[in-house]
């Protein structure tokens, strides 16, 4: 069976297009930081794990609201005792030297949002004490209702 030229060069650009479109797809949704899939549940839960991934050292040592660096914290959250700080919310060890993710910081607002808080002082030139600082000033700021919504 042969081919007419007009029906090969159809297919020839469906083709190319079929290509281009799944290339242009695989560009749209790579995920070349290889964060977790639960990353990806808000773009501000993305943006706080590329900040830990690429800023590990910046979260160290920084005060978590959420109580997960104390014993009875991490048993009411159902996690480990978080204590390197911050960070901890987001990896279990050196996420860059075959740590793992931890999806704490995912489903925990004040972990995530404490983060992005961080990354935006650094980025105005705050030392970490600075850092620390702000934090426990707006930590103490907060207020927390004993009400439950569903």
């Given at each position: 069976m042969e081919i007419s030229k007009n029906k090969l060069m159809r297919l020839k650009k469906t083709e190319f297009l079929r290509k281009r479109f799944f290339y242009l797809f695989d560009a749209a949704y790579a995920n070349p930081m290889g964060l977790p899939d639960y990353a990806f549940a808000k773009l501000d839960i993305r943006e706080a794990y590329e900040f830990a991934k690429t800023n590990s050292t910046d979260l160290e040592g920084l005060p978590c609201s959420c109580g997960c660096g104390t014993p009875e914290g991490a048993k009411a959250h159902g996690s480990r005792v978080h204590t390197?700080?911050?960070i901890d919310c987001f990896t279990e060890g050196d996420i860059n030297l075959a740590g793992k993710w931890d999806s704490h910081a995912s489903e925990c607002g004040l972990c995530y949002e404490d983060a992005l808080y961080a990354k935006n002082l650094y980025l105005e030139g705050n030392s970490k004490q600075e850092v620390i600082d702000n934090i426990l000033e707006m930590q103490s700021k907060r207020k927390f209702s004993k009400e439950v919504v569903y």
């Open positions: 390197r700080g911050l």
